[in-house]
């Protein structure tokens, strides 16, 4: 089993930085992707961006292509998402997931399915005001 802890959201004016991290703990040599959800009030959740571990790929959706950034501390078991030119339209629920699927290829087709991820965080709120 794998635990996953958010934190790191808040407030913020459009056009400022927030840096999400998202702490694993346990069976941590298992996730094998990792990545980054959204959910706004109404809207179904999406994926924002995911690392496979094995190569370092990344992905991201086109809505945060350009301002935001997934990395990974593999010494502190930390997945971090750093949040630049932040829009009102970034406001959301932000959640971490991770799975031991070793896959790449796999990933590189599924990573915005909230599904394919076994583990999941609760999530950190991030609120963009205008």
């Known amino acids: 089993q794998v635990q996953l802890v958010e934190s790191g959201g808040g407030s913020v004016q459009a056009g400022g930085s927030l840096r999400l991290s998202c702490v694993a703990s346990g069976y941590t040599y298992s996730t094998k992707c990792m990545g980054w959800f959204r959910q706004a009030p109404g809207k179904e959740r999406e994926g924002v961006a995911a690392?496979?571990?094995?190569?370092?790929?990344?992905y991201y959706a086109d809505s945060v292509k350009g301002r935001f950034t997934i990395s990974q501390d593999s010494a502190t078991n930390t997945l971090y998402l750093q949040m630049n030119s932040l829009k009102p339209e970034d406001t959301a629920m932000y959640y971490c997931a991770a799975d031991p699927d070793s896959r790449n290829w796999y990933w590189s087709k599924n990573w915005g399915n909230w599904g394919a991820f076994g583990y999941r965080g609760k999530g950190t709120q991030v609120t963009v005001s205008s």
């Open positions: 690392i496979y571990t094995g190569d370092s790929s990344t």
